[in-house]
């Protein structure tokens, strides 16, 4: 996961930074790629929905309780939840792949146009007018649609809000990441008017947190306490991830264009973004990771369990930008841990990206 980040993020830097689209292709490969990540998450929620409706069966037929029930679908929501992502990962590799390919310089360049990503297959049967055209036809048939899709990838800051504050913090405020990737679809509320979009998809968090002064986590009963380590510890990380569908109420003032026959074209992302909603989803897993040296040998210890964390996360989050590229704020509504005695909430900043 951490090379495909930096991959990714390096990739990611040059196009909004440079505004030039590299690579014959690319786009249309990560929307294969993303065409991928959705069907398998449809799939996934297919069979579960199955599953549960045999599980109410059995309930109306008084084989099972009803609390034997709810733990039944618990677990098969946990395990068609580690479905999606053990396949997803097969997905994540080829997108590692490709972004490596483009940041190798593989991929043949080409341009930016209209204000957009984009990137073509040009025809040596066409001259350059005529592919410009071509490919106008196309953006203009996308322009068209209500309804767009979009690869999301997030990146930044991970904390945790102690006391409504993340002042004096237990945890590296540097070294304490999240990611976030997944697809959103962008619906066009109005029919005639481009402001406002509803956007929804489903997204994978991984939310990590580096605690300070050589201390790990460790479960005392229902207690998960921070503890001093007697080892010199060389890296101690806590990760959570989790499946999430995220909800927002989209400002776009992306003006629209006409097209060569007149009609109006409803872009989007190509101007000042706004957006504000929430996510709700499941944790898949918990594990911690301690690094450190003994009798001259590097030793890595990962440790997967509950930790005593909430299964379920929700919250609030908003973001902020132009045209792909937004500063995104997110916020867990209930604590990371279930009983602990103090309160602490997750808390991540950092920067978007929504690749049409």
Same mark, same amino acid.
């Given at each position: 996961?951490?090379?495909? =980040?930096?991959?990714?993020?390096?990739?990611?830097?040059?196009?909004?930074?440079?505004? &030039?689209? !590299?690579? =014959?292709?690319?786009? %249309?490969?990560?929307?294969?790629?993303?065409?991928?990540?959705?069907?398998?998450?449809?799939?996934? *929620?297919?069979?579960?929905?199955?599953?549960?409706?045999? &599980?109410?069966?059995?309930?109306?037929?008084?084989?099972?309780? *009803?609390?034997?029930? %709810?733990?039944?679908?618990? /677990?098969?929501?946990?395990?068609?939840?580690?479905?999606?992502?053990?396949?997803?990962? !097969?997905?994540?590799?080829?997108?590692?792949?490709?972004?490596?390919?483009?940041?190798?310089?593989?991929?043949?360049?080409?341009?930016?146009?209209?204000?957009?990503?984009?990137?073509?297959?040009?025809? +040596?049967?066409?001259?350059?007018?005529?592919?410009?055209?071509?490919?106008?036809?196309?953006?203009?048939?996308?322009?068209?649609?209500?309804?767009?899709? !979009?690869?999301?990838?997030?990146?930044?800051?991970?904390?945790?809000?102690?006391?409504?504050?993340?002042?004096?913090?237990?945890?590296?405020?540097?070294?304490?990441?999240?990611?976030?990737?997944?697809?959103?679809? @962008?619906?066009?509320?109005?029919?005639?008017?481009?402001?406002?979009?509803? *956007?929804?998809?489903?997204?994978?968090?991984? @939310?990590?947190?580096? +605690?300070? #002064?050589?201390?790990?986590? &460790?479960?005392?009963?229902?207690?998960? #306490?921070?503890?001093?380590?007697?080892?010199?510890? /060389?890296?101690?990380?806590?990760? @959570?991830?989790?499946?999430?569908?995220?909800?927002?109420?989209?400002?776009?003032?992306? *003006? +629209?264009?006409?097209?060569?026959?007149?009609?109006?074209?409803?872009?989007?992302?190509?101007? &000042?973004?706004?957006?504000?909603?929430?996510?709700?989803?499941?944790?898949?897993?918990?594990?911690?990771?301690?690094?450190?040296?003994?009798?001259?040998?590097?030793?890595?210890?990962?440790?997967?369990?509950?930790?005593?964390?909430?299964?379920?996360?929700?919250?609030?989050?908003?973001?902020?930008?132009?045209?792909?590229?937004?500063?995104?704020?997110?916020? %867990?509504?209930? +604590?990371?841990? /279930?009983?602990?005695?103090?309160? !602490?909430? @997750?808390?991540?900043?950092?920067?978007?990206? #929504?690749?049409?």
């Amino acid at each position: 996961m951490r090379n495909f =980040t930096i991959y990714l993020a390096i990739a990611l830097c040059l196009i909004a930074g440079k505004l &030039v689209a !590299q690579g =014959t292709s690319f786009e %249309d490969r990560v929307r294969l790629i993303s065409n991928k990540i959705e069907s398998i998450t449809k799939e996934e *929620k297919a069979a579960l929905k199955d599953e549960i409706e045999e &599980v109410n069966k059995e309930l109306e037929a008084g084989t099972i309780t *009803k609390a034997q029930a %709810d733990e039944k679908k618990m /677990k098969l929501a946990e395990t068609r939840s580690k479905n999606i992502e053990t396949r997803i990962s !097969q997905a994540q590799e080829e997108l590692k792949d490709l972004v490596k390919q483009k940041v190798d310089g593989k991929l043949r360049d080409s341009e930016y146009h209209r204000g957009r990503f984009s990137i073509t297959f040009d025809s +040596p049967n066409r001259s350059k007018e005529e592919n410009r055209k071509y490919w106008d036809s196309i953006y203009n048939n996308r322009s068209e649609r209500r309804t767009t899709s !979009q690869f999301v990838f997030a990146m930044g800051l991970n904390n945790l809000v102690t006391n409504k504050s993340v002042a004096n913090s237990d945890y590296r405020y540097w070294g304490s990441h999240f990611y976030e990737w997944g697809v959103t679809w @962008n619906s066009r509320i109005m029919k005639n008017n481009n402001l406002l979009h509803l *956007k929804y998809g489903v997204s994978v968090m991984y @939310n990590n947190l580096r +605690p300070t #002064d050589n201390r790990y986590f &460790v479960n005392n009963g229902d207690q998960t #306490d921070l503890e001093t380590s007697t080892i010199n510890l /060389k890296d101690s990380r806590f990760r @959570n991830v989790y499946l999430t569908a995220p909800l927002h109420l989209e400002f776009d003032f992306t *003006k +629209p264009g006409i097209s060569t026959d007149g009609k109006k074209l409803f872009r989007t992302h190509e101007s &000042v973004r706004f957006g504000i909603g929430g996510y709700a989803g499941v944790r898949v897993k918990s594990k911690q990771i301690l690094k450190y040296s003994e009798d001259g040998h590097d030793i890595t210890v990962r440790e997967k369990g509950g930790f005593n964390t909430n299964d379920f996360i929700y919250g609030v989050s908003t973001y902020l930008g132009y045209g792909s590229t937004s500063l995104y704020l997110k916020y %867990d509504l209930n +604590p990371l841990f /279930k009983d602990n005695s103090i309160k !602490q909430n @997750n808390v991540s900043l950092g920067v978007r990206f #929504d690749l049409n």
